[in-house]
């Protein structure tokens, strides 16, 4: 229409260079389409691999070999006074009847130093296992009932068939004679697989059969929830402030380049941050979940203004003009209409945030929460550690044992990275509002 | 063209001015939006403001509620006053002046909540009404003003974006009227809409001339000679000429006037 100055003259569109034009740009289009498609196979390979292996490693970490036997609750051993007080009972010497059982179980073994590698079939725990059932139920005393011992964590490899029978005695930790004794438990039924639900409900431990995850799991949770109570008002109220009220100038052009930096400075910077400030002028306890979390809230902070300050930008002037057109002052039209607008955004980021400093390892190094930790903390004060510090330890350990441990807890991560993502998409999709 | 200005406005010096802007001149950083403005808005009647895409009478008509305010960099030099008062003095809350002088926008902007909520929040913010019953009335005459009460009084709870755009329009305007206006600002509210909208919103203004001053920014002309008793035109920032509107659309006194409503430029 426009092309007025070459009157007559017609584009052909069936020549061959325009065909040839054309054949070029499907080809194009087509080889985009499969390089795009490899490479989102490429990293669902990876993801997959990657989650199979620590899968593969991990689950076993979820089951437990227990031993079974008959244990006699000799009255002369535990309450020798008949006083059933419970300082007494707690006092006892359980170890004795934990050697007694194994003892009259195996009477062919004898000698020293066979009896201490019998003595070690069973968990270190063993004892700690009798005394919690009489103090439960001190009606046991006098009566010989059959325990779950919770196994070594030698035999407990070997009943998980990681160490092989089939490689010299001198290449494995769990002896022929250990073997033999197993396999006589396991002739009579009395070798169980069940639930590792002390790796659930118990802190962690030098004896890997005795590990849990419960301590680490209480810590990173109070370690979030301080985190979350510091940096999401701040961030949110940053966010407004800066997105509703302040001025355009310089100054707050300065401000928003410096959030923006502070959410790419390496995570142990601000580690080093929290030692300086928290640990070394305001002598905050070390270890605990209150400076973990403050120093994961300083860190958490410009993601969460950063993604509050989009999710603000994101409604619409029109709704602002409709508020201040009624006479809403700056404040109510923020605070009626902007933010609650804005809130799925906000805790979007709020919970990719914290989902951040939930898999935090580095900056919680700097201020002592890598403590090995045996007590479950019961506050914000108490010494703590968390579930990537507890990978962390556990992935430093010798014993075969924590292999599976390791990867157990790594699941156990990711499965609340998962459930805290997933929640924030479902938040997403459940606020998201049409214009 | 300012003579022209003065000079025509003595023919409706019979009507009180309820808003009169002197020597407004608009800034929007370096750049000049207004230059000059001399215009007398008469109460109780329907005042369009007419002209060419960026001749800045959505500008002005932002200025009479100090809409301006919050653009940032924007300076107003000059003078408005309403009922007397200079809407710009220091002493004056730009708040409340926003709540005596309602405001519909171009695009239909209900706020993502239910009918009833829309048009509770004026009253709400301002502590108009004392409880519930009393609220409830001022939803429904709003409602019932705006014309919009026997389409959405079964549904009151509803979302106000589910409503048409007319619908929402009028959602809008009952929602201006719940604060109870002295004048209410248009900007170009039709724009947005068909042409059956359209006319039930000029219906609309032209009911509610009875009760309030109306000031409409319009790109129709028609629009502005079918409900408008006086109007102004703008270009390039100043006011061009300003009359009844019978007068300014059959016999205009200004070239550009003629050249704009019989669609030679604009």
Request: aromatic fraction near 8%; proline fraction near 5%; include cysteine.
């Amino acid at each position: 229409m426009t092309d007025t100055s070459t009157p007559g003259k017609k584009t052909d569109w069936a020549s061959p260079q325009l065909l040839a034009k054309v054949a070029q740009r499907q080809r194009a289009e087509k080889r985009f389409r499969r390089l795009g498609l490899s490479a989102i196979v490429i990293a669902l390979a990876m993801l997959a691999t990657l989650l199979f292996s620590i899968a593969g490693k991990g689950y076993s970490a979820f089951y437990q070999t227990r031993l079974v036997m008959d244990v006699t609750f000799s009255e002369a051993v535990i309450d020798p006074k008949g006083t059933r007080n419970e300082d007494d009972l707690r006092a006892a010497g359980y170890g004795g009847i934990v050697r007694d059982t194994l003892r009259e179980t195996f009477p062919d073994v004898k000698s020293r130093k066979d009896l201490r590698e019998l003595f070690a079939l069973v968990s270190k725990g063993a004892p700690m296992q009798l005394r919690d059932m009489v103090l439960d139920n001190p009606d046991l005393i006098g009566q010989t009932v059959p325990v779950d011992f919770i196994a070594g964590d030698d035999i407990d490899m070997f009943n998980k068939g990681f160490i092989p029978r089939d490689v010299p005695e001198g290449d494995r930790r769990v002896k022929d004679m250990e073997i033999a004794w197993f396999d006589q438990l396991d002739a009579v039924g009395a070798v169980k697989m069940v639930f590792n639900s002390t790796f659930f409900t118990s802190g962690d431990s030098r004896e890997p059969e005795l590990a849990g995850i419960w301590g680490a799991i209480s810590g990173s949770f109070y370690t979030l929830i301080v985190t979350f109570l510091i940096s999401f008002p701040i961030g949110v109220m940053s966010a407004i402030y800066l997105e509703e009220f302040a001025p355009q100038n310089k100054f707050t052009d300065l401000i928003e380049v410096n959030i923006n930096n502070l959410a790419a400075v390496p995570s142990i910077v601000f580690g080093l941050l929290g030692l300086a400030l928290f640990l070394n002028v305001a002598h905050l306890p070390r270890s605990a979940p209150l400076v973990g979390g403050l120093t994961l809230a300083l860190m958490t902070l410009p993601t969460i203004i950063i993604a509050s300050r989009a999710a603000i930008r994101a409604v619409p002037d029109s709704i602002r003009e409709a508020a201040l057109g009624l006479g809403a002052s700056k404040q109510q039209t923020a605070f009626h209409h902007v933010l609650p607008l804005s809130m799925p955004g906000i805790l979007t980021g709020t919970i990719i945030g914290l989902s951040q400093a939930l898999g935090e390892t580095a900056p919680l190094l700097m201020i002592g929460m890598v403590a090995f930790i045996v007590d479950i903390p019961g506050g914000f004060t108490d010494a703590a550690t968390v579930l990537p510090v507890q990978i962390f330890l556990w992935a430093d350990s010798p014993e075969r044992a924590f292999v599976e441990k390791t990867s157990g807890a790594i699941l156990v991560l990711l499965g609340f990275l998962i459930f805290m993502n997933a929640l924030a998409v479902l938040l997403r999709k459940k606020f998201e509002r049409r214009w | 063209m300012q003579m022209l200005a003065d000079v025509t406005t003595p023919e409706i010096e019979d009507v009180e001015a309820i808003i009169s802007a002197k020597d407004v001149s608009v800034f929007y950083g370096d750049k000049q939006a207004l230059n000059n403005v001399n215009l007398d808005i008469p109460a109780n009647q329907i005042t369009s403001l007419i002209g060419p895409s960026g001749c800045g009478k959505s500008t002005f008509l932002r200025c009479l509620n100090r809409m301006n305010d919050t653009v940032f960099g924007c300076r107003v030099e000059g003078n408005i006053t309403l009922d007397g008062q200079d809407i710009y003095a220091p002493e004056v809350d730009e708040v409340l002046l926003r709540a005596r002088v309602g405001m519909v926008f171009q695009k239909p902007n209900p706020f993502p909540k239910s009918i009833y909520d829309n048009v509770a929040y004026g009253p709400r913010i301002h502590g108009l009404t004392r409880d519930k019953d009393e609220l409830d009335e001022v939803v429904l005459t709003s409602l019932e003003k705006a014309g919009l009460l026997k389409e959405v009084k079964d549904r009151l709870n509803a979302t106000g974006t589910g409503l048409s755009g007319g619908q929402q329009q009028r959602l809008c305007i009952a929602r201006a009227l719940a604060v109870q206006p002295d004048i209410i600002l248009m900007d170009e509210p039709c724009s947005a809409l068909d042409p059956i909208a359209t006319a039930r919103i000029e219906e609309l203004i032209e009911e509610l001339r009875e009760n309030y001053t109306i000031i409409i920014v319009t790109h129709s002309m028609q629009q502005a000679a079918r409900i408008s008793q006086k109007t102004a035109f703008f270009h390039m920032g100043e006011i061009v000429e300003v009359g009844d509107t019978e007068q300014l659309f059959t016999n205009p006194r200004d070239d550009r006037t003629q050249g704009y409503i019989t669609g030679r430029f604009g």
